[in-house]
């Protein structure tokens, strides 16, 4: 199959191309890029006015399968995320049973390359079912293909627990994904612990909930030498204990989701559960420091966090519905308007947080579409406004807090393999 994209602007930042060019793809490789490329093509794709960026890669994903099915699947969650130009995602663990052995991450793989149409590259836990008491088979599930672990949705409270996992992850060349919330502060908090929490008459979460076991997880990689990345990162300090990791020479990196810095607390509009994350939607302080932090480089890495439930979940309470939201389909769009239109980042350093350098800190060789390499490309129509609808969402979830928000910058098509598998 031989596919030339014609006139698109090239944005590359693994090589620093950044241009109107063709893009020439044979079978699933990047046979050539330039000006006015000639070819005998099975298809042309005029890509005027647009961009053609490498696939994006997601750090931080829930597929919910096996064991929650009704709020997505591989299948569904792949097709979302493709529909969002992610071409690699990692779903995280926290499914039932537990993605915690050898044997479970082999079962994921199998599941994958059955259902899904791009890249799924497993996470595993850190401790046996996730309950924080024993450490699973680390060595075992970086055999079978993980190259991440993560506790993600609580922190392993036990730190020698935790300092031995760090160190048997090094050595298995493991990069782990920290989520960071100290529960012995959290109290039952539902939201952030501010005016909007008082307003509503709920209990907040503060930011030392993350804030301490950011600090404690940055300096135990430091004494492990793993490599450690911040998921989900909210709060200022959290942003300044990043900064200050990596001047003590931490192999750190950290993550912001889109919702984190597009939305505060005073965004919330009531009792709907829409809104309800972990962490929270925090103050615009908070936010203001975490778009600093993208843009002088300190937060590399932009990631969904795609939560998704039933809708009977979500028409719950705050006190008793379950925190997430989806953003597979949402995060360029929102990444694009609030970042990019915004004058905080430009083109080419959003799709280095969103492909270029979670590629890099997972070591995968993707997150860069030069000559040669495979064929995991995306094109968006940066000026195309819409209004964010989530009954057009493929994901099963469609509880986001975004529906009715006007965006800029359109998801047209998803290549993988040289296959293209979304298109508008």
Do not use: W
């Amino acid at each position: 199959m031989i596919t030339l994209i014609k006139g698109g602007m090239v944005l590359n930042p693994a090589t620093g191309l950044c241009g109107v060019n063709d893009v020439l793809v044979v079978d699933e490789t990047v046979a050539e890029i330039g000006p006015q490329i000639s070819a005998e093509a099975h298809r042309v794709i005029d890509a005027s006015g647009r961009y053609v960026m490498p696939g994006f890669v997601d750090l931080h994903e829930h597929l919910r399968e096996p064991g929650f099915e009704y709020k997505e699947t591989i299948a569904s969650g792949a097709m979302a995320a493709a529909a969002g130009g992610f071409t690699t995602i990692c779903p995280m663990p926290n499914t039932q049973p537990v993605i915690d052995s050898r044997v479970m991450v082999e079962y994921l793989n199998f599941k994958a390359e059955k259902d899904a149409l791009i890249n799924i590259i497993p996470v595993g836990a850190v401790t046996v079912g996730q309950q924080g008491s024993e450490l699973a088979d680390i060595e075992g599930m970086a055999a079978a293909g993980a190259l991440a672990l993560s506790e993600d949705g609580k922190s392993v409270m036990d730190p020698f627990l935790y300092r031995e996992g760090m160190k048997r992850a090094a050595a298995a060349g493991l990069v782990v994904l920290a989520h960071c919330e100290d529960r012995r502060l959290l109290a039952g908090g539902v939201m952030n612990a501010g005016k909007k929490a008082e307003e509503l008459g709920l209990s907040g979460i503060t930011n030392s909930v993350e804030d301490v076991i950011a600090a404690r997880d940055i300096l135990l990689a430091k004494e492990t030498g793993v490599r450690l990345h911040l998921c989900h990162c909210s709060t200022a300090d959290s942003v300044a204990l990043v900064r200050l990791g990596k001047e003590l020479g931490v192999r750190l990196s950290a993550e912001v989701c889109p919702h984190h810095f597009a939305m505060t607390e005073d965004d919330i509009p009531g009792d709907d559960a829409n809104y309800k994350m972990n962490p929270p939607l925090r103050t615009r302080a908070d936010t203001d420091a975490l778009i600093a932090g993208l843009a002088d480089g300190t937060m590399e890495v932009i990631a969904t966090d795609h939560a998704p439930h039933s809708a009977q979940e979500k028409e719950r309470s705050f006190r008793s519905a379950p925190f997430g939201i989806v953003g597979s389909e949402t995060a360029f769009a929102l990444s694009y308007t609030e970042l990019v239109k915004k004058g905080h980042l430009t083109p080419m350093q959003l799709v280095e947080k969103l492909s270029t350098n979670p590629a890099r800190i997972l070591g995968i060789d993707k997150g860069d579409i030069s000559q040669g390499h495979i064929a995991d490309l995306v094109i968006a129509d940066p000026e195309a406004e819409y209004t964010i609808d989530v009954n057009t969402f493929l994901s099963k979830g469609k509880n986001s807090p975004f529906h009715g928000k006007r965006v800029f910058g359109k998801i047209m098509l998803t290549m993988v393999n040289g296959e293209i598998v979304y298109e508008v």
